[in-house]
């Protein structure tokens, strides 16, 4: 097995901790944290007591409210919004007396926490290290037609592996069943967008979670953790930014509901992983701290790693498979960790991760398992309803990888603001919490598609799933397609380009905004990242308009004879034509894959193909196969032995009418025998176009060739067709 190390140099170790480059000096120096909420002065001060709560039974009765007492001293701080950035202004000392708090709503607007507080920061016991193998029997799950998506997969997963032993645990009884309506028969559709005809509405891809509002005992049966008061004390702002929630006006006018984003993509390492990472790390022993820390990611997660140790002063090893990008593992050697390249995947990678904690005794930053690192990610949901002010928030979109995003927002917004639906966003092929969500029992995918690398994980977290059984509304599936669109949208609202992943909360507001038929709904995306490779963007800007359904890919069989391309297009025009390949293969049919632009698109479509098949041709809607979008629109002709053809270069005007032009100015006389075009967004398009003409038509040929008034170069000579379509 090959193995590369690349270590940071002497001068990045002596200079850990410190500000070392731009971005890191961009940060600030000490940021405080609060609620919206200010405490009022009738509040009083609160003591601790040791009054015991008993653990209620799991029935499905409505849990009693739940008394507490915390201490809280020197409360005197509040922020005030400056930008998008958090800072401290001074108050009046308020002096608070004992108080019981009934519920977690007036604790939260009670609370305060800078670095000063007297709120001791919460423990966790980890759970001792082993595996515990579990099996589950998936019973078959159909759609409307009947087509089988899974039948009797024996699928295993185990507990995770924790290398770390803390102090006690904040913990909070177990509830029953909230007052809540419960789906327990869930309903999957299917699992891989299928490609159905243009008129045909396809089926849901909205799973309601069965178990919502049941809460669950940990498997390791200890008790709980208390979220709420992880994240309420959680000290993530010496690395972190509080991101801005900016409104996205031009989503919400097309859509008819009011979108807001909380732009995670604006950390420092371009995602909210630096949260949760360095919330985990800043809970180490001093012995933990001499030894270091590793991680095993490819991506957010270890660069967050890196900025956290960096910051603390702590050596960082991170593990990444040898196909990593240049551009990611530079980026975190560049941040002063150790960079281990091994395996050819990240199964491979993860085992190095696992030898290297057993020989160097290193403390293992789990990216997503982890209470700590939970919490930390919960942080952006506190953020999340101070920015909101008193919009009124309908539900919260979050992408979902291994759960810890989810599960952090989901633990704060259900405690506080229950009404408040949280849905978590997955793609059709790394769907593993929404499998093991309908299933109620942890699932492990045997692959998953690799788009959205961000959120491309097999099995979730058994925390996190069982966080997410309790307090997760729905979840949706959004495709390829779906995703680049919502790429799109965000960039012409924030001129940003966020990462696949980060899309997926913006594509699954889209969706499920289409499906339930909403207006006037107040949603919010979290952009979980914009760590996009640039080599991605040419596919990510061919695929947005399929995504927003604004353009149609569709195969056409003409009649083989001059004039039929002009009714064709005659029949598509005023609309753009993006797309337009065919070959001449036959006398008698001509085989064309064309796309264009459409703005209603079932009903335009209806029309079109009512018009195509009164003309005698032959049209199918192949928006939906991967297939045609991937390959066939690449490889449609091949060599073909046409007599009399010539092959031309233009250079058509990117404007309305323009190939309308060429084809009226085009005589009967001369037969296209091949064409090739594609809009790559520029003021020029570039079109091959074959054309048969007689050797008596070349004086008239070339007239016409002038006065079209278009650049052209003839490559008839050209080796490149004479080997490939002649």
């Known amino acids: 097995m090959w193995k590369k190390t690349i270590s940071a140099d002497s001068s990045d170790s002596a200079n850990k ?52 007492t915390f201490s809280f001293a ?25 108080q019981v708090v009934n519920t977690d709503k007036e604790l939260a607007e009670m609370v305060s926490v800078s670095e000063n507080s007297e709120i001791e920061q919460p423990s966790i016991k980890y759970p001792e290290s082993g595996t515990e193998d579990k099996s589950y029997s998936i019973s078959a799950i159909t759609d409307v037609a009947q087509h089988t998506i899974i039948s009797n997969n024996s699928l295993n997963d185990s507990t995770l592996e924790a290398n770390m032993v803390s102090k006690p645990l904040p913990t909070v009884p177990l509830k029953s069943k909230r007052d809540v309506s419960v789906n327990t028969s869930p309903q999957i559709s299917f699992l891989q967008p299928p490609a159905t005809p243009p008129i ?13 509002g049941t809460a669950f005992p940990r498997s390791d049966g200890k008790p709980i953790n208390d979220y709420l008061q992880l994240i309420l004390t959680a000290k993530v702002y010496d690395i972190a930014i509080e991101s801005p929630m900016t409104p996205a006006l031009n989503l919400s006018s097309r859509i008819k509901n009011n979108v807001f984003l909380k732009r995670e993509d604006l950390q420092p390492v371009f995602s909210f992983k630096l949260r949760g990472a360095s919330h985990r790390m800043q809970q180490l022993t001093k012995e933990e701290q001499l030894k270091g820390v590793i991680a095993c990611s490819a991506g957010n997660h270890a660069q967050g790693v890196a900025l956290a140790a960096q910051k603390m002063g702590i050596s960082a090893t991170i593990v990444m498979p040898l196909a990593t990008p240049p551009i990611k593992w530079k980026n ?21 991760c696992a030898r290297l904690i057993d020989e160097g005794g290193l403390t293992n930053i789990h990216p997503f398992d982890d209470p700590y690192v939970i919490s930390g990610q919960g942080t952006i949901a506190v953020e999340i309803m101070k920015q909101i002010g008193d919009t009124k928030i309908d539900a919260i979109f979050v992408c979902v990888g291994g759960g810890g995003l989810i599960a952090g927002i989901a633990s704060y917004i259900k405690r506080i603001y229950p009404e408040i639906k949280i849905i978590g966003v997955e793609t059709y092929d790394a769907n593993a919490m929404t499998l093991s969500l309908v299933n109620k029992a942890r699932v492990t995918l045997s692959e998953v598609g690799l788009f959205a690398d961000g959120a491309a994980v097999r099995s979730v977290g058994e925390e996190t799933f069982r966080i997410c059984q309790e307090n997760v509304d729905e979840m949706i599936l959004v495709s390829t397609d779906e995703i680049c669109a919502a790429i799109k949208d965000t960039f012409e609202d924030t001129r940003s380009v966020i990462e696949p992943a980060g899309a997926l909360g913006v594509a699954g507001i889209k969706k499920y905004c289409l499906e339930k038929r909403l207006v ?6 979290v952009t979980s990242g914009a760590n996009m490779n640039f080599d991605r963007l040419r596919f990510v800007a061919e695929r947005a308009f399929l995504g927003e359904n604004t353009e149609a890919l569709v195969t056409v069989i003409i009649p083989e004879k001059p004039g039929s391309f002009m009714q064709l297009n005659e029949v598509v025009y005023p609309r753009a034509v993006t797309s337009f390949s065919y070959r001449y293969s036959d006398k008698n049919e ?12 079932q009903p335009e479509l209806a029309e079109i193909f009512k018009k195509l098949n009164d003309f005698g041709f032959r049209a199918n809607d192949v928006s939906h196969s991967e297939m045609a979008k991937a ?20 250079s058509f005007p990117e404007r309305p009418g323009a190939l309308q032009h060429f084809l009226k100015s085009l005589k009967p006389i001369w037969n296209i025998s091949l064409f090739h075009y594609r809009n790559y967004g520029g003021d020029i398009g570039k ?18 060739l002038n006065n079209l008034k278009y650049p052209y170069v003839e490559e008839t000579g050209n080796p490149v067709y004479q080997q490939f379509l002649l």
């Open 332 to 352: 975190v050697k560049r941040l002063g960790a150790d960079v281990v390249l091994f395996g050819n995947d990240f199964d491979e990678a993860k085992d190095e």
């Open 200 to 212: 045909t509405e396809r089926p849901s891809s909205i799973f309601a979670n069965p178990t919502f």
């Open 74 to 98: 020197n409360l005197s701080t509040s922020l005030s919004r400056k930008g998008s950035k958090s800072t401290l202004r001074n108050e009046d000392s308020v002096d608070f007396e004992t």
């Open 631 to 650: 390959h066939a629109v690449h490889l449609v002709g091949g060599r073909g032995q046409v007599e009399n053809e010539r092959i031309f270069r233009f």
């Open 520 to 525: 006037g709904k107040n949603f919010v995306a």
């Open 17 to 68: 901790g410190k500000q070392s480059d731009s971005l890191n000096s961009a940060l600030p120096q000490k940021q405080f944290f609060s609620l919206s909420r200010r405490a009022t002065k009738s509040e009083k001060k609160v003591s601790t007591s040791n009054a015991s709560e008993t653990e209620e039974s799991n029935s499905h009765k409505p849990p009693k409210p739940v008394r507490r």
């Open 687 to 704: 079109v091959m176009v074959g054309i048969q003409v007689p050797e008596e038509t070349s004086t008239e040929f070339e007239d016409f």
């Open 590 to 601: 001509a085989h064309v894959i064309m796309s264009f632009r459409v703005q209603d698109r």
